[in-house]
């Protein structure tokens, strides 16, 4: 009786744990990096590439960062000659496609950061989908030319 007891127990638990991973399967992530900034700066961004191998699109809701007060997805658009930063409520990825958060396009914004980061250093975010669904991607913090500071608008 105890063996029973104890299989439907393992049972029930695995399948929980299935049914919370349901949601993320087919969603991956792939070379995530953060943009290495002086240690007085506040604010960064995150890029990467999320594929969706499911049948059904994905739409990322929201992000989490342990380094950052606010993380808020962002994309760039051109308003007359200027390009300016939107915050998104979320960002749809393509049933057996893809989205690229890259400079200069979608990307997320790590706003607040509570702590200077380090260039080879790797800081932990979770994408958040409406599903549920959360996938970790664990980003390097890479040093990034010359270009101006991003400014939260």
Known sequence: MK???????????FLLLSFANAG?????VQDAWIR?????????AAF???HNTGSDDAVLKSADC???????????EQVG????MKEMSELRIPANGQAILAPKGYHIMLIGLIRPINEGETISLSLNFTDRATVAADAVVKKWG????MSHH
């Open 81 to 84: 000659e200027i390009m300016k």
């Open 66 to 76: 342990d380094v950052a007060e606010t993380v808020q997805i962002h994309t760039m």
């Open 36 to 44: 290495g900034i002086p240690p007085s700066a506040t604010t960064t």
């Open 48 to 50: 990467m590439t999320i």
């Open 146 to 149: 010359s270009m101006p500071p």
């Open 24 to 28: 993320a399967q087919g969603i991956t």
């Open 3 to 13: 063996l029973l007891s104890r299989s439907l127990c393992f049972l029930t638990v």
